[in-house]
């Protein structure tokens, strides 16, 4: 009988010092890795929620001081500034490549 209780009390601490050792594995996981740089859409408009690539928003100009009024005046910049680049990019599924159209 005292056998069975101490076989029980070591199953019991192995068990314990086995949890212990990995939820302290797991924290040091994340105190030491480097966290990853976000890559999502940045909101651009808090009121309407108009998200962009961050890639571009550093580099992209000031709406105001282009002298863009109207969508037409949308499409002969982009012509300009693109030419035969992708400008409007779909795919049905995630698992099929993309599909562009450009101005020209």
């Known amino acids: 009988m005292a056998s069975f209780f101490v076989t029980a009390i070591v199953t019991g601490l192995i068990i314990v010092v086995s949890y212990l050792l990995n939820s302290t594995t797991k924290i040091f996981k994340i105190l030491f890795t480097k966290p990853i740089k976000r890559k999502g859409a940045i909101e ?11 890639d571009p928003i550093d580099k992209s100009d000031d709406i105001a001081s ?3 009024k109207t969508v037409y005046d949308v499409l002969q910049r982009g012509l300009k500034a693109g030419g ?9 599924s995630s698992n099929e490549p993309f599909k562009s159209y450009t101005y020209k």
């Open 66 to 68: 282009t002298g863009i």
């Open 44 to 54: 651009i408009d808090k009121n309407e929620h108009i998200y962009a690539n961050p």
């Open 84 to 92: 035969d680049r992708p400008q409007f990019s779909y795919r049905y």
